[in-house]
């Protein structure tokens, strides 16, 4: 019957925790050590959520054994009860380790006993609707600048040449600036990491 009660070891967690992104100007040695990191932090992840089963693998023997106490239950009860506390203790030490960040948001709805993924979906929809407002905007200045300059143009075409001209060349100025210093003295390009 004890083999009934104590549930299978947890499949592998996925990585959910946070993986530290690799800096620009990382060397090699560096890298490798970042990727070493994020492999224990994946790691680290993966004890605790193995400790988290484990820990409700025990509170369900000791929900089993509480149901149907008798005097006889009372020695595996306190076993269980020792188990709790050492697998909690575990638990508290592995967490150390994790440095994961959860939004207090995310806390409230799944003490409220909803879906977690109902914050995402809030976030995501926030963001969508202030990126829309703020294309409208941009939208409407670059309306407002084109209608400008076609009445500046009609007013003093000489000096719109003039702006025209100036706008183009330090365009020019910028683009190559920041060519410039998208370059490693090796003579490699720097990627921007995708974060």
Known sequence: MESALNPPPPAA?????MITPRPKDAS????????????????NLEQVSNSIQKTLGIIHQLYLTV????????LPLLQRLNNLVL????????SEKCDIQVPMEVLNLIDDGKNPDEFTRDVLNSCIAKN???????????????????DLEQ?????????????????????????AQSILPNGDVKVKPEI
């Open 132 to 150: 829309q407002i703020t294309k409208g905007k941009t939208d409407a200045f670059k309306g407002l600048r084109k209608h400008l300059l076609e």
């Open 13 to 17: 967690a996925g990585g959910n925790g």
């Open 87 to 94: 697998e909690l203790d575990n638990m508290m030490k592995l």
């Open 28 to 43: 090699p040695m560096e890298s490798s050590a970042t990727a070493t990191t994020s492999d224990d932090t994946k790691q």
């Open 67 to 74: 149901s149907s106490f008798n005097v006889a239950s009372q």
């Open 155 to 179: 007013a003093f075409p000489d000096e719109v040449e003039s702006y025209r001209e100036i706008r183009a060349a330090s365009a020019a100025e910028s683009k190559r600036l920041a060519q």
